[in-house]
């Protein structure tokens, strides 16, 4: 079963705007990571944050995470058109190998 | 150059036939996994290789089957295709120094 869960499905915003999107998963993790995808290509990696970490930041980019809540939100500030793609968090589920992906957001930015 | 090459793009068959998707990677990790993406969904995981002699079975694993070649090749095969296996195909690689995973294009296959 999925892990993860972004919130909302769906988001459309104008460019210069904020754009926040909102992930929640299931069990104890080692790191959650932000992945992108531009329509029908592979994933980007955004960026990574350890559970230790509650935030962390990347140019545009800022990554929360509160374990207490097993939630993540990812803001990316003065949004672009070229951010229009869909954003998925994934998580590792405690140590594993492997990645659980979420559902993803689709965010459009209107110029 | 892309560090994760897919072969083909796109493909169309038809139900019953055998298809092979072939993934490739210069970037010299050992991990190597293979996903499948269907519309407003996120990515599953079918199989994962932790080298040539260690394969493992994802979440959906059934009606798939691998080849780990090589450390640069790890191959995805559909024996008898199904129209339910009509997807976005992802292989990608692993960094275990910084976990971070690297994805290929993306092979669409369409089951008629």
């Known amino acids: 079963s999925q892990q993860g869960e972004e919130d909302p499905q769906a988001l459309s915003i104008q460019e210069g705007e904020n754009a926040t999107m909102n992930c929640s998963y299931k069990?104890?993790?080692?790191?959650l990571q932000w992945y992108r995808q531009n329509s029908g290509r592979g994933l980007v990696h955004l960026i990574l944050?350890?559970?230790?970490?509650r935030e962390k930041h990347s140019g545009r980019l800022r990554v929360t995470l509160d374990t207490s809540k097993k939630s993540s939100s990812l803001l990316i500030t003065a949004s672009r058109a070229a951010d229009t793609a869909s954003y998925f968090c994934?998580?590792?589920?405690?140590?594993?190998?492997?990645?659980?992906f979420g559902k993803g957001t689709k965010l459009t930015v209107n110029p | 150059d892309a560090d994760v090459t897919q072969t083909p793009r796109n493909r169309i068959t038809k139900t019953g036939k055998r298809i092979m998707l072939e993934c490739s990677q210069t970037?010299?990790?050992?991990?190597m996994y293979w996903y499948r993406q269907d519309p407003g969904l996120g990515l599953r995981l079918i199989y994962y290789s932790f080298d040539v002699k260690d394969i493992n079975k994802g979440e959906i694993s059934d009606g798939y089957s691998v080849s780990r070649q090589a450390q640069a090749k790890f191959s995805l095969s559909l024996e008898s295709a199904i129209p339910n296996q009509t997807a976005l195909y992802f292989c990608a690689t692993r960094d275990p120094k910084v976990n971070e995973q690297f994805f290929g294009p993306g092979t669409r296959l369409t089951v008629l």
């Open positions: 994934a998580t590792d589920g405690g140590g594993s190998e492997k990645l659980v």
């Open positions: 069990t104890s993790i080692n790191n």
């Open positions: 944050i350890r559970s230790n970490e």
């Open positions: 970037k010299g990790h050992d991990r």
